[in-house]
């Protein structure tokens, strides 16, 4: 009993709470993530906005058709975690530089026939706009090719079966004819051409009828201004050369086609002597052409007897010195 009441127990407790865990490490550890995830989230942003507009449309379609139950994105394009791919741009972005000359060199200068292709479209827009959809412009080599064609929908160029050129096709005809009157002599071709339906009897069939239409076309455009000595050649193709030849009874195939010829870029005449050089662009390390050599004074014809006597005088002398 004695050990027992002298036996002591000892309760030890433990304080929860206070403000000690404010002053723990565990938020600095959290912070410094956070910061990181900003930093890297700023980072992609830059990288995004630095890449052309093509590459962040493919960007943008990758991630729009990305599953985490395949691969994710579309074949060919680079996956949006290895941007390490992605080209980056030289140059800033809000940095441009203005450009004198495209990559592969000096700007090329355009074409007599791209010009005209230009100021024909123009005079379209200016004058028929209502028919520009009836009017092809294009260019080939150094041709100009308009092609004014029928259209179901819209309006039609001729009578049916006839050459008679209706208000529609007159008005069209003299919005391109300025254009067409710079042609040089023989430069224009004027050409007809149907549909494949054909007539019934064999008197009067697509041929006499192309023809007939491409006359018509050439007497409006010499009303508009054309020379007469500008058209070289006026023809009439039938349905041989349809305009679509998916479907040659398209009404599209009944058209008037026109064909100018541009002048090509001059090149000197072979034995012309060059042009001189404007004043101030002179090539100093040309080398200096010798001055002419001045012709031989005529010698009177006393003058020349009494030298030739002179000259079979000393000949005579060397003669008789050398015989024995």
Known sequence: MADKEHKKIIIKKVKKGGHGGAHGGSWKVAYADFVTAMMAFFLVMWLVNSLPKEKREE??????????LDTGGKPGLI?????????????????????SETPSGPAKEKSEA??????????????????????????????????????AKGKPLFALGRSDLTPDARRALAA???????????????????????????????WELSTERA?????????????????????????????????????KNRRIRLVMETPKPQEPAQG??????????????????????????PIPQEKRELLDRQIERLYDETIKGKQP
Not at 191 to 204: K, L
Not at 274 to 290: C, D, L, R, T, V
């Open 215 to 251: 006359a018509a076309a050439r007497r409006e455009l010499e009303k508009a201004g054309v020379a007469q000595d500008a058209v070289g050649q006026v023809a009439g193709f039938a349905a041989t050369r349809p305009f679509v030849p998916e479907n040659p009874f398209d009404p």
């Open 59 to 68: 960007i943008a379609q990758y991630f729009q058709s990305f599953s985490l």
């Open 272 to 297: 012309k002597p060059a042009p001189a050089p404007p004043k101030g662009k002179e090539n100093i390390f040309a080398k200096p052409q010798e001055p002419p050599a001045p012709p031989p004074s």
């Open 176 to 206: 391109v004819a300025p254009q067409f009157a710079k042609a040089g002599k023989g430069r224009l071709t004027v050409e007809g051409h149907t549909d494949a339906y054909s007539y019934a009897g064999e008197r009067f069939t697509n």
């Open 79 to 99: 996956p949006a975690t290895d941007l390490s791919q992605i080209a980056q741009p030289q140059n800033p972005p809000s940095i441009v530089e203005p450009l």
């Open 114 to 151: 791209e010009k005209a292709a230009e100021a024909v479209k123009e005079a379209i827009e200016a004058k028929v706009p209502d028919l520009k959809d009836q009017i092809i412009v294009k260019t080939e080599a150094d041709r100009l090719i308009v092609e004014v064609v029928e259209d």
